[in-house]
């Protein structure tokens, strides 16, 4: 049975970070892409990051690039994404995503597996 379990939302003031977990099992080693996806109420799901386990290529959005880091901890099969000086506009439902492509791309329609989301509030 394939699973992507997200693990780690919450509520922080601006400014602050957070770490996100995304545990894959069931997969196999042929599944390269891994990517992070957020969407905020009545807005369409966007890519944030992605990490190919192939090429260890890691694309970001360009909101969040330089305060984003996405990492992977290969004994676990668990994706990582820290995310620092969190903004408001940054609040959404977090979801992560597996796929085979070769290399990874933070295009939601790139991926067939997605976790359940984790929530992500940045308010004061």
């Known amino acids: 049975q394939v699973q992507l379990v997200e693990s780690g939302g919450g509520l922080v003031q601006p400014g602050g970070s957070l770490r996100l977990s995304c545990a894959r099992s069931g997969f196999g080693l042929n599944y390269y892409s891994i990517g992070w996806f957020r969407q905020a109420p009545g807005k369409e799901r966007e890519g944030v990051a992605c990490?190919?386990?192939?090429?260890?290529?890691?694309p970001y959005a360009e909101s969040v690039k330089g305060r984003f880091t996405i990492s992977r901890d290969n004994a676990k099969d668990t994706v990582y994404l820290q995310m620092n000086s969190l903004k408001p506009e940054d609040t959404g439902v977090y979801y992560c995503?597996?796929?085979?492509?070769?290399?990874?791309?933070?295009?939601?329609?790139?991926?067939?597996?997605w976790g359940q989301g984790t929530q992500v509030t940045v308010s004061s």
């Open positions: 990490i190919s386990t192939r090429n260890g290529s890691t």
């Open positions: 995503a597996t796929d085979t492509h070769f290399y990874c791309s933070i295009w939601p329609a790139n991926y067939d597996y």
